[in-house]
Nanobody
Framework: QVQLVESGGGLVQAGGSLRLSCAASGRTVSNLSMGWFRQAPGKEREFVAAIRAGGGSTSYAGSVKGRFTISRDNAKNTVLVQMNSLKPEDTAVYYC??????????????????WGQGTQVTVSS
């Protein structure tokens, strides 16, 4: 079993930056494909970014590409997402997710087995 705990959310002005962390237990993050999703009020949960097990190849939603960067810190067994140039439309609860199989889609919610509780990110104008 894998447990995931997100942290680092908060309130930031438009144009600012935040870094979210996802601490994993039960399995090393280098052996998991990890993703970040977000859900705004009244909207469906949507894909943000992913990093694959092993070599750590990454993928991003078009809305965040060039602004967000996903990475691993193997020593701390965490996955990070650095979020720069934040916009009000980035406001959402951000969720960390994990999966065991490389052949599944990075962006599909149904690909992931394990989920954290979420952390709130609010970007003001």
């Amino acid at each position: 079993q894998v447990q995931l705990v997100e942290s680092g959310g908060g309130l930031v002005q438009a144009g600012g930056s935040l870094r979210l962390s996802c601490a994993a237990s039960g399995r090393t993050v280098s052996n998991l494909s990890m993703g970040w999703f977000r859900q705004a009020p009244g909207k469906e949960r949507e894909f943000v970014a992913a990093i694959r097990a092993g070599g750590g190849s990454t993928s991003y939603a078009g809305s965040v590409k060039g602004r967000f960067t996903i990475s691993r810190d193997n020593a701390k067994n965490t996955v990070l997402v650095q979020m720069n140039s934040l916009k009000p439309e980035d406001t959402a609860v951000y969720y960390c997710a994990a999966r065991l199989f490389l052949y599944k889609s990075d962006a599909a919610r149904s690909s992931y087995e394990y989920w954290g509780q979420g952390t709130q990110v609010t970007v003001s104008s």
